[in-house]
């Protein structure tokens, strides 16, 4: 009985699986069943586009491209659509600038416009991927020289695609600092889905995107899995860049591009503000990143803010920077609840761990919409080499606060300058520099230093520099390496330094200061 029982069940879920495959089937659409070839010698946009349309009427299903070479315009993804590319096929986009009009609703650089189509698009769809073991390329070279080449006229030139951009863009918002909107010459994105739920790329490689590569708008949901991206030395080809997303999930990726890794973003200056859509929810996991501007960067368009990311298990090796955070004057917004762990960086050329709100040049004002804010930021578990460890710089009238290290191991030419900053905790840190203190702060509050150490000390160069810094606190350091100077104190601001449970015994100069220096040590 128990038997019959147990052979019927395993009938009934070979049946249900059966028809499962079979929908499957029923629902997949082999593109060289619709008059597609695989020569990539003629474009195919239209015969895309039917195909779509007739899995779309059917309720959705798999657009299948099997191995060889395919050409084609922009593709629009409708609900329920999947695109998979199998291994050794490759999806070429053309580079003719006109397959891209007419234009469509669009965001570039945080600030919303009507520009060309971005090679894979899709608006207020549900249910749409990108999946495979095939390749995307993007053909960006013709953009790029354009872009370049564009620079080097007068800035009354006006091109046909100009012409067309200023007159679908009569009310647009510009951003506070002129640059490319004003030209009117704007590279489309890659993959750009615009108020979608429920996103997927994964598996396939991208290549040669015109401009930034994976930039989700205003989307739930969204999963970028197993991706490879590889973009030459080229303007503005960042790999991966929610905007203004909630619940994204980038994770097992791998990404050697022309500008940031990945970035996330929530529109620029007015625009972003008028917009107030956050980029929240985000988990970054297990992905390499090699070659860029920087590894992971929050910012600079981040009007409409950026909170609840974690960062975690990633390797960053030959990029100018490792993690980045950029904002300025003019953008708003609040970058908050902010988590980076278990990263590895080598070779960064320029600072592992950046927090900057002059991203450009501005002069101070009250504080109002219009000024950026950081805080609840907190980095642990980082080993690696820089140039330089730590780069803090907050604004005078707000400034950057609540950071922690913790358990960081670097090396570099220098170690962390801190200003205008408050609330920082530095617990178990090591710096190796060639030049400078490990820790340096200028104009601070509220600093807390446990464990900092070197193993690098110069003559005549601290360990720790503060000046001009009240209420501090530094304690549980050992100095095992001679040292010539632990801490320098310097500044007429600087007050209500205390130091405990400290051991300095290879130290030369526990502590040099300035004149006007409150100091209150406890031991």
């Known amino acids: 009985m128990i038997a019959n029982q147990a052979k019927h069940k395993l009938l009934l879920t070979l049946f249900t699986l059966a028809i499962g495959f079979s929908a499957i089937a029923q629902n997949s659409f082999n593109i060289l069943d619709h008059g597609a070839t695989n020569q990539g010698k003629q474009k195919i946009t239209d015969i895309i586009e039917h195909t779509i349309e007739l899995a779309s009427k059917a309720g959705g299903g798999t657009i299948y491209f099997p191995a060889g070479e395919y050409l084609t315009g922009p593709i629009v993804l409708k609900s329920n659509i999947t695109i998979h590319l199998d291994a050794g096929a490759i999806l070429k986009f053309s580079d003719d600038f006109n397959d891209y009009l007419p234009m469509v609703q669009s965001r570039w650089e945080g600030i919303d416009v009507v520009n060309f189509s971005p090679l894979f698009y899709a608006f207020e769809a549900e249910n749409i991927a990108i999946t495979g073991r095939g390749k995307i390329d993007g053909q960006g070279k013709k953009w790029w020289d354009y872009h370049h080449w564009l620079y080097s006229q007068p800035k009354d030139f006006k091109s046909e695609w100009q012409q067309e951009f200023a007159k679908q863009n009569k009310e647009i918002l510009y951003p506070d600092e002129p640059g490319m909107i004003e030209r009117g010459f704007l590279r489309p ?48 080809t960042d790999g991966i860049n929610p905007e203004s997303c909630r619940n994204v999930h980038i994770s097992d990726c791998h990404i050697s591009v022309g500008d940031d890794c990945i970035t996330i973003k929530s ?41 609840k990311v974690t960062i975690s298990n990633c390797v960053f090796e030959g990029t100018d920077r490792g993690i980045r955070i950029k904002s300025t004057r003019g953008r708003g917004g609040v970058v908050e609840d902010i988590r980076v762990s278990n990263i590895i960086m080598k070779g960064i050329r320029k600072e592992a761990i950046k927090l900057n709100m002059f991203y450009s040049k501005t002069a101070a004002e009250p504080v109002s919409e219009r000024t950026p804010s950081f805080r609840n930021i907190h980095f642990s578990n980082i080993t690696g080499e820089a140039y330089q460890a730590g780069f803090l710089l907050g604004l005078e009238e707000l400034k950057i606060k609540d950071i922690t290290f913790n358990d960081i191991q670097l090396k570099g030419e220098k170690g962390f300058s801190i200003e205008d900053a408050e609330n920082i905790e530095f617990h178990n840190v090591k710096v190796d520099t060639k030049d400078g203190p490990s820790v340096m702060a200028t104009d601070s509050k509220n600093l807390i230093i446990d464990n900092v150490k070197t193993e690098t000390p110069k003559n005549g160069i601290p360990v720790i520099k503060l000046t001009d810094v009240q209420n501090s606190f530094i304690y549980n350091c050992f100095q095992t390496y001679p040292t010539d100077i632990f801490l320098q104190l310097d500044g007429e601001k600087t007050k209500a330094i205390y130091l405990k449970n400290n051991e300095l015994v290879n130290v030369k100069n526990q502590v040099v200061k300035s004149t006007d220096v409150n100091l209150n040590i406890t031991e």
């Open 267 to 307: 529109g620029k200056d007015r625009a972003g503000r008028k917009m107030n859509t956050p980029c929240e929810n985000i988990t970054i996991t297990n992905c390499t990143m090699l070659n860029g501007h920087g590894a992971v960067v929050i910012g600079s368009e981040m009007s409409g803010g950026v909170k």
């Open 189 to 236: 994105p890659f993959i750009q889905p615009m108020y979608c739920k429920n996103v997927l790329i994964e598996g396939i490689t991208i290549t040669n995107s015109p401009f930034w590569t994976v930039n989700p708008q205003f989307c739930d949901n969204v999963t970028v899995t197993n991706v490879t991206i590889n973009n030459p030395d080229s303007p503005n």
